[in-house]
């Protein structure tokens, strides 16, 4: 079983920056995938970010250049930095976890957090 509670969510200006951090239960943090995904209202959930359990991440062509996703299996934690902040990246923002390498489908996580709203003003 595996808990995630996501943080650093916020109020930012266009091109401020936030941290979010993912908080995770259980021993076996290090050898699971995570996943960043968002969702804006009335949009579907879409992929933001994942890291394997090895460190190797892939990272939406929307966000390329602007997030970085990282983790920290000492504190099981996963980040995700975002820098450029567009008011389409509004969404509450969730992190995924689950078995294997990082993937981009919603479907293929198990485990999810609550969700952190991101809101970018312009």
């Known amino acids: 079983q595996v808990q995630l509670v996501e943080s650093g969510g916020g109020l930012v200006l266009t091109g401020g920056s936030l941290r979010l951090s993912c908080a995770a239960s259980?021993?076996?943090?290090?050898?699971?995938?995570m996943g960043w995904f968002r969702q804006a209202p009335g949009k579907e959930r879409e992929f933001v970010a994942a890291v394997s359990w090895s460190g190797s991440s892939v990272v939406a062509d929307s966000v390329k250049g602007r997030f970085t996703i990282s983790r920290d299996n000492a504190k099981n934690t996963v980040y995700l930095q975002m820098n450029s902040l567009k008011p389409e990246d509004t969404a509450v923002y969730y992190c995924?976890?689950?078995?294997?390498?990082?993937?981009?489908?919603?479907?293929?996580?198990?485990?999810w957090g609550q969700g952190t709203q991101v809101t970018v003003s312009s």
């Open positions: 259980g021993r076996t943090f290090s050898t699971y995938a």
């Open positions: 995924a976890a689950d078995t294997g390498r990082a993937r981009p489908f919603p479907y293929e996580y198990y485990y």
